[in-house]
């Protein structure tokens, strides 16, 4: 039978053991309503109250500066739209992001422009690294907020975030960074990093999908997203989803503490890349260091990445065009095109991304595999026909 290997963890992740027995307590026995003033509902509150003050923990804030919400999509749109409105009300009506950032931020901000607001698309190098003077640039007295990803979930280029709060700041202007890809594979501490605020998703780090959390700075008031009943101190509506957020909490904890072990899945990920790399007409996408742990994101010349993704899926590997949510349409991916790839090359990138549970076997198997792939689709290629006419002509 042929091997699995599971290298999307980019897209999602399996959700741990560890995590699973959490959960599943939960659904078991703690299914009260922590709103409710009785046993029951007593021991759902103190299950979140928990959680939240050892997510509060890892992450250097106090629980108090925790929200729980639905997803890494939810609290995107929640920190841009609350900040966004709040800030208009003074003479602030202009956002500052990035031309790389997942569609949960970029589809936000068009939703702002349509109601009057101004959005400034900040460019990247080669490498995908924000481009700080333009950025500099862009930030006014006028800006009501800066976003800007700390890691790429397509190309896995980590931003200087640090850098990027100073220039918020200093004209006054709010700092938020969706750090969906990020954590787990870099230490966050939200003081020490200076962010108003900052957004996570459950399923990215083992946890299952539909929780996320927006971090918002005490003191800092933006507009709620969701209306409701007295939850998350009034300003996200809903009943808590006790299990999810216990989940969350295990994984978080799990993830934070596995950062020392990243070393052998960057091992991993660098004996991939100069595999995939002897390949010829291929080119890694991204920065060489500044990248995540286990993103690998190749182009390959004169191919589709659709094909080469369902060959590897033949072959019990499942990978990625890049962003999961984009690869159902055709448009070639927005990270590659802002980074230079030529509209046709960047039809031909894949993403493999790794977690702790790949092993080396793994690597050993994709590097079998992918080759020979690559080759097949280039055979029947008049675009690569055309690269081997002119090889023999220089010769
Ligand atoms: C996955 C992802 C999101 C969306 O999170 P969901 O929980 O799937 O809504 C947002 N930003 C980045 C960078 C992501 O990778």
């Known amino acids: 039978m042929a091997r699995f290997v ?3 963890n980019a897209a999602t992740t399996a959700p741990s053991p560890e995590v699973i027995s959490a959960m599943s307590s939960v659904f078991e026995t703690a299914w009260g309503n922590p709103s409710s003033q009785h046993s029951k509902g007593y021991e759902a509150k103190e299950l979140v109250d928990g959680a939240r003050a050892k997510i509060a923990k890892i992450l250097g804030c106090s629980a108090n500066e925790i929200y729980f919400t639905s997803c890494g999509t939810e609290s995107d749109n929640w920190a841009i739209k609350g900040a966004a409105y709040r ?16 569609h949960a931020v970029l589809n936000t901000c068009a939703a702002l422009e349509a109601e009057g607001f101004s959005v400034t698309y900040v460019g990247v190098d080669e490498q995908g690294r924000v481009l700080l003077d333009e950025l500099r640039e862009a930030v006014t007295e006028r800006t009501a907020l800066v976003s800007v990803m700390y890691a790429n979930n397509e190309i896995g280029t980590l931003q200087p975030i640090d850098e990027v709060v100073r220039i918020a700041h200093e004209k006054g202007a709010l700092a938020f960074t969706d750090a969906v890809q990020a ?6 501490n939200v003081k020490e990093l200076g962010v108003d605020m900052l957004a996570l998703s459950g399923h990215k780090i083992h946890a299952p999908k539909g929780i996320g959390l927006l971090y918002v700075r005490k003191g800092l008031s933006i507009t709620n997203l969701i209306d409701g009943g007295g939850q998350e101190r009034r300003r996200r509506g809903g009943t808590e989803n006790v299990a ?30 100069e595999g995939l790399l002897a390949i010829p007409y291929s080119k890694l996408n ?32 499942c990978a990625s065009t890049g962003s999961a949510c984009s690869s159902a349409s055709l448009e070639p991916s927005h990270v590659l095109l802002a980074i230079g790839v030529p509209h046709e090359k960047a039809h031909g990138s894949i993403r493999l991304s790794l977690s702790h549970e790949n092993t080396d076997e793994d690597v050993d198997y994709i590097l079998e595999t992918l080759p020979p792939i690559i080759e097949r689709l280039r055979k029947m290629s008049p675009l690569w026909e055309e690269i081997e006419r002119k090889e023999r002509l220089t010769k």
């Open 6 to 8: 599971y290298a999307d």
């Open 87 to 102: 800030m208009r009300k003074k003479g602030r009506d202009h956002i500052v992001t990035t031309k790389i950032e997942h």
């Open 183 to 188: 954590i787990g594979n870099v230490e966050i």
């Open 244 to 273: 999810y957020i216990v989940a969350l909490a295990k994984a978080l904890e799990i993830a934070t503490e596995r950062i020392p072990e990243l070393d052998r899945v960057r091992a991993m990920r660098d004996r991939l890349i």
């Open 286 to 317: 991204g920065h060489p260091t500044e990248r995540l742990a286990g993103n690998v994101n190749i182009g390959f010349e004169c191919i589709e990445g659709e094909s080469i993704l369902m060959w590897l899926d033949m072959a019990g590997i």
